[in-house]
């Protein structure tokens, strides 16, 4: 099947800083991909939608200055959270639409984010 | 967007059939319904995806109800493996397609 790789899978970052989370989708193109964040024992939620070379549409309630998000070519989502804090701790997840077959998603494995 | 319902969380013998229901009676004719899974710590994974006819591949069944208001996931085996939170979702045919998480259900199996 498709294979939607994150990278990092974990990342611990002091306050203040900011980080980068990588989404490449492997052996597909997608103009689609989507930014999830979960917390512990909680579904997924849903942050933005990203389509290649334009601007992202953030989900009510999502800060887009403070989740930048880009989505420079038909394999790569980056989601940069600035300025974090601890609050931002969570679970990220991105997942990618195959152009070709765009039904159903494949996801990544997930970015285990803890701000200290 | 449509919405489901599931219940939260069910138990099942390991080598038994688990029959995982989801409500969505709201959907809309092109609206597709899909099941994916999420084990501790990791991206979800998918199962399955319908339309209207009943579907079957290498990990599940998927029987969607004549109206198309409900349909439910059918593992004919668990296994301690299948113990994960599965989420019904539905999609649209057209326009980005997005996602949206319902609580799922978390199936635990028994050994």
């Known amino acids: 099947g498709a294979v939607v790789s994150q990278h990092p899978s974990w990342v611990i970052c002091k306050s203040g800083t900011s980080v980068k989370i990588e989404c490449r989708s492997l052996d597909f193109q997608a103009t689609t991909m989507f930014w999830y964040r979960q917390f512990p024992k909680q579904s997924l939620m849903l942050m933005a939608t990203s389509n290649e070379g334009s601007k992202a549409t953030y989900e009510q309630g999502v800060e887009k200055d403070k989740f930048l998000i880009n989505h420079a070519s038909l394999t790569l989502s980056t989601l940069t959270v600035t300025s974090a804090h601890p609050e931002d701790s969570s679970f990220y997840i991105c997942s990618a639409r195959d152009s070709v077959r765009p039904i159903w998603a494949f996801f990544g494995q997930g970015t285990r984010l803890t701000v200290v | 967007d449509a919405k489901t319902t599931q219940p939260n969380s069910m138990e099942s013998n390991e080598e038994e059939p688990v029959h995982l229901p989801c409500n969505h009676s709201?959907?809309?004719?092109?609206?597709?319904i899909h099941w994916y899974r999420q084990l501790p710590s990791q991206g979800p994974e998918y199962v399955i995806h319908g339309l209207t006819s009943n579907v079957n591949n290498r990990m599940a069944s998927l029987a969607i109800a004549e109206d198309r208001k409900s349909s439910t996931l059918i593992l004919h085996r668990a296994t301690l493996r299948d113990a994960a939170v599965y989420y019904c979702i539905l999609s649209a045919t057209s326009g980005t397609y997005k996602y949206i998480f319902g609580t799922g259900t978390r199936l635990k199996v028994l050994a």
């Open positions: 709201t959907i809309s004719g092109t609206d597709y």
